[in-house]
């Protein structure tokens, strides 16, 4: 019963991060200040002027007025303030559905002001709640006619959900502002320009084997000029160049016009995050090919090289030495030791010939430089068809490493397709599940739900994942997060506003599986097969050689209990271990602001019965034993 079938991959259960549904700026990222540098598309969009009336410019208090200078080309333009009124003239900052402050909590703000002959005398900066009232205030006095950078503190007195960032200048005349920015002190690790550390706890405590990042279709971009560009998300936060997010407007239930992506959270922050939480990095980078679903435009394959140069300068960016190029940026950055970079992904969720033409490409030229990183192919967006079927084929011939497949399907899918990799071939490619989650309704829409029916149907798929160990070397659900109020896509594995973030019952089945994945796979069978499906059972078995624990995972998708013997058989096991359940009594139950655990893992003691392991299992749960070897 404890024989190795295989060895379990760290990186088997993972994380797939995208920016969309406002999971990086207004999510992760703790930058509480929407449209900082006025690099928006309309570059006032996030700031209201309460007492500028634009019909009546004579009349009024002061106006903003965003002026393009292009001497730096990543941050071109400004916010100028003309101040009419020496009694004060303000402008008001949004944030992202507003702005989560705590009170008692430190806030760190920043701004560069150039004051045109000293004119502004004083700078107000305060905080305010849904009905204006101050919960918060510091200020600056700006010294100099040319640009430069001041930063403040203040604490909020008050605990709001939707607060704003007022900004009242005194004196009257002339300034300009750019980088107008607040972080709350307390982010993970304390870190400036940092991270929200509530959203990383929760995905610290996944201990996934992998992060992947930035997505998605993010990567591929509606146009290639859209594509994400690494280069371009990393250096001075000042420099990084904002752009229109791909999931601004489309595929959304409620439009977000105001989607953009700041690259606050780059590419440096992405591999310390990785590190952070240790998880092996597995950023995927454009392979010359727009997304499909749009233009699907191509970089023809002679113009390839710039798409190639960046993959390979991103491996030296996070392994190479402090004396080369990218290797010293990273140091700069605060990073002398290498990210350890083992994988690199060539293009998101790619098909049909012209992908295959463009990979070869890409895996001719890092293997020739980096034999040892492990390149991850993609397969397009569905399961089965025609695509599916060429892209595999394609890249079995290929001898392709890890291929990255993509399923969103209902719950009974899942269930039905538990057994989807026993027919893959030992020898080929190796799987990565990139992209996967069950949907209760088709489509991104509010009643697609994450409620506990796709959440334990995808542990029983998983458990077909673990039994498939020898092929199946990553997977992750998708997408990761999203914000309550600005989401794109459902459903997603945590939910957050601005204040708190929870894990959905799909995001307690993955930590389950990730934080028991063991070392091997054992076999579990009933009547000398697998168990999957047969009375609504699934089950999968590996032992821990380092915590010298067997773990059985089990799945009853049934409305009823079920009584289960499991013979040991030889096995020398301590006769009390643990078992630690995730049950609920209605398909739709899900977790929720205010019952964020309501479907969560509870764990008790458990006591063999000889050589016998005998449990009731619930209707609709997910159980693991915990047996420990002596
Ligand atoms: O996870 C949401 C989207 O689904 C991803 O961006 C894309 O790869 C897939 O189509």
């Given at each position: 019963?404890?024989?190795?079938?295989?060895?379990?991959?760290?990186t088997?259960?993972g994380l797939f991060f995208e920016d969309?549904?406002?999971?990086a700026?207004?999510?992760?990222y703790?930058?509480?200040?929407?449209?900082?540098?006025?690099?928006?598309?309309?570059?006032?969009?996030?700031?209201?002027?309460?007492?500028?009336?634009?019909?009546?410019?004579?009349?009024?208090?002061?106006?903003?007025?965003?002026?393009?200078?292009?001497?730096n080309k990543n941050n071109?333009?400004?916010?100028?303030?003309?101040?009419?009124?020496?009694?004060?003239?303000?402008?008001?900052?949004?944030?992202?559905?507003?702005?989560?402050?705590?009170?008692?909590?430190?806030?760190?703000?920043?701004?560069?002001?150039?004051?045109?002959?000293?004119?502004?005398?004083?700078?107000?900066?305060?905080?305010?709640?849904?009905?204006?009232?101050?919960?918060?205030?510091?200020?600056?006095?700006?010294?100099?006619?040319?640009?430069?950078?001041?930063?403040?503190?203040?604490?909020?007195?008050?605990?709001?959900?939707?607060?704003?960032?007022?900004?009242?200048?005194?004196?009257?005349?002339?300034?300009?502002?750019?980088?107008?920015?607040?972080?709350?002190?307390?982010?993970?690790?304390?870190?400036?320009n940092?991270?929200?550390?509530?959203?990383?706890?929760?995905?610290?405590?996944?201990?996934?084997?992998f992060l992947r990042f930035p997505g998605g279709c993010i990567v591929e971009g509606r146009t290639l000029a859209d594509r994400y560009q690494w280069k371009k998300s990393v250096g001075e936060v000042e420099n990084r160049r904002t752009m229109i997010n791909r999931?601004?407007?489309?595929?959304?239930?409620?439009?977000?016009?105001?989607?953009?992506q700041s690259f606050g959270l780059g590419f440096f922050e992405y591999f310390q995050l990785s590190e952070d939480?240790?998880a092996t990095p597995l950023p995927i980078l454009s392979c010359g090919m727009a997304c499909?679903?749009?233009?699907?435009e191509l970089a023809p394959i002679e113009e390839l090289d710039p798409y190639v140069q960046d993959a390979l300068d991103l491996i030296e960016f996070a392994n190479g030495s402090v004396n080369t190029v990218w290797g010293k940026l990273r140091s700069d950055m605060g990073h002398p030791q290498p990210f350890n970079l083992k994988f690199i992904g060539v293009g998101n969720e790619q098909?049909?010939?012209a992908y295959i033409e463009r990979f070869v490409v890409f895996e001719k030229a890092i293997k020739a430089k980096y034999p040892n990183i492990t390149i991850v192919s993609g397969?397009?967006?569905?399961?089965?068809?025609?695509?599916?079927?060429?892209?595999?084929?394609?890249?079995?011939?290929l001898?392709a490493e890890l291929i990255d497949?993509?399923?969103?399907?209902?719950?009974?899918?899942?269930?039905?397709?538990?057994?989807?990799?026993?027919?893959?071939?030992?020898?080929?490619?190796?799987?990565f599940?990139g992209?996967?989650?069950?949907?209760?309704?088709?489509?991104?829409?509010?009643?697609?739900?994450?409620?506990?029916?796709?959440?334990?149907?995808?542990?029983?798929?998983?458990?077909?994942?673990?039994?498939?160990?020898?092929?199946?070397?990553m997977?992750?659900?998708?997408?990761?997060?999203?914000?309550?109020?600005?989401?794109?896509?459902?459903?997603?594995?945590?939910?957050?506003?601005?204040?708190?973030?929870?894990?959905?019952?799909?995001?307690?089945?993955?930590?389950?599986?990730?934080?028991?994945?063991?070392?091997?796979?054992?076999?579990?069978?009933?009547?000398?097969?697998?168990?999957?499906?047969?009375?609504?059972?699934?089950?999968?078995?590996?032992?821990?050689?380092?915590?010298?624990?067997?773990?059985?995972?089990?799945?009853?998708?049934?409305?009823?209990?079920?009584?289960?013997?499991?013979?040991?058989?030889?096995?020398?096991?301590?006769?009390?271990?643990?078992?630690?359940?995730?049950?609920?009594?209605?398909?739709?139950?899900?977790?929720?602001?205010?019952?964020?655990?309501?479907?969560?893992?509870?764990?008790?003691?458990?006591?063999?019965?000889?050589?016998?392991?005998?449990?009731?299992?619930?209707?609709?749960?997910?159980?693991?034993?915990?047996?420990?070897?002596?």
């Amino acid at each position: 019963v404890t024989k190795t079938i295989t060895k379990i991959k760290p990186t088997m259960f993972g994380l797939f991060f995208e920016d969309i549904n406002f999971a990086a700026d207004g999510g992760l990222y703790a930058e509480m200040i929407k449209n900082r540098s006025f690099e928006f598309d309309k570059p006032l969009m996030g700031w209201e002027q309460p007492n500028t009336k634009r019909s009546s410019l004579n009349m009024n208090s002061g106006v903003a007025t965003p002026i393009k200078a292009l001497e730096n080309k990543n941050n071109t333009n400004f916010c100028r303030i003309l101040v009419n009124d020496p009694k004060g003239y303000e402008i008001i900052n949004e944030g992202f559905r507003g702005m989560g402050v705590k009170k008692d909590a430190k806030y760190y703000l920043s701004l560069k002001a150039a004051n045109h002959n000293g004119a502004i005398k004083k700078i107000i900066i305060q905080f305010i709640d849904k009905d204006k009232k101050v919960i918060g205030e510091t200020s600056i006095v700006p010294t100099s006619d040319e640009w430069k950078n001041y930063s403040a503190q203040f604490i909020a007195t008050q605990t709001e959900a939707k607060a704003k960032l007022k900004i009242t200048f005194e004196g009257t005349g002339t300034i300009d502002l750019d980088m107008i920015s607040v972080f709350p002190e307390d982010t993970w690790k304390n870190r400036k320009n940092g991270l929200r550390k509530d959203i990383v706890q929760l995905l610290y405590d996944m201990k996934p084997g992998f992060l992947r990042f930035p997505g998605g279709c993010i990567v591929e971009g509606r146009t290639l000029a859209d594509r994400y560009q690494w280069k371009k998300s990393v250096g001075e936060v000042e420099n990084r160049r904002t752009m229109i997010n791909r999931w601004n407007v489309e595929f959304s239930h409620k439009q977000t016009p105001d989607y953009f992506q700041s690259f606050g959270l780059g590419f440096f922050e992405y591999f310390q995050l990785s590190e952070d939480i240790g998880a092996t990095p597995l950023p995927i980078l454009s392979c010359g090919m727009a997304c499909q679903y749009n233009t699907g435009e191509l970089a023809p394959i002679e113009e390839l090289d710039p798409y190639v140069q960046d993959a390979l300068d991103l491996i030296e960016f996070a392994n190479g030495s402090v004396n080369t190029v990218w290797g010293k940026l990273r140091s700069d950055m605060g990073h002398p030791q290498p990210f350890n970079l083992k994988f690199i992904g060539v293009g998101n969720e790619q098909w049909g010939p012209a992908y295959i033409e463009r990979f070869v490409v890409f895996e001719k030229a890092i293997k020739a430089k980096y034999p040892n990183i492990t390149i991850v192919s993609g397969s397009g967006p569905s399961p089965n068809g025609e695509f599916f079927d060429f892209g595999m084929q394609e890249l079995n011939k290929l001898n392709a490493e890890l291929i990255d497949e993509h399923y969103y399907e209902s719950p009974k899918w899942f269930r039905e397709n538990a057994s989807r990799y026993d027919k893959y071939d030992r020898k080929g490619p190796k799987i990565f599940a990139g992209e996967y989650a069950a949907q209760s309704v088709s489509g991104a829409n509010p009643n697609n739900r994450n409620n506990w029916e796709c959440a334990f149907s995808e542990a029983a798929f998983m458990t077909g994942l673990e039994r498939n160990a020898e092929v199946v070397n990553m997977t992750s659900y998708a997408p990761l997060m999203a914000h309550e109020e600005a989401w794109q896509w459902t459903p997603d594995m945590i939910w957050f506003n601005n204040l708190t973030a929870f894990g959905s019952a799909n995001y307690y089945v993955q930590q389950l599986f990730s934080t028991n994945k063991g070392t091997d796979l054992l076999a579990i069978t009933k009547n000398g097969k697998a168990v999957i499906g047969e009375n609504d059972l699934y089950a999968s078995a590996v032992k821990d050689v380092d915590k010298k624990e067997v773990i059985i995972k089990l799945v009853n998708t049934s409305a009823e209990a079920q009584e289960v013997e499991i013979d040991l058989k030889n096995a020398k096991l301590a006769s009390k271990g643990s078992v630690i359940t995730m049950t609920s009594p209605n398909l739709q139950d899900e977790n929720t602001f205010g019952e964020p655990k309501k479907i969560s893992p509870k764990e008790t003691e458990y006591k063999l019965k000889g050589k016998k392991a005998v449990l009731n299992l619930q209707p609709f749960s997910v159980t693991v034993l915990k047996l420990k070897m002596v």
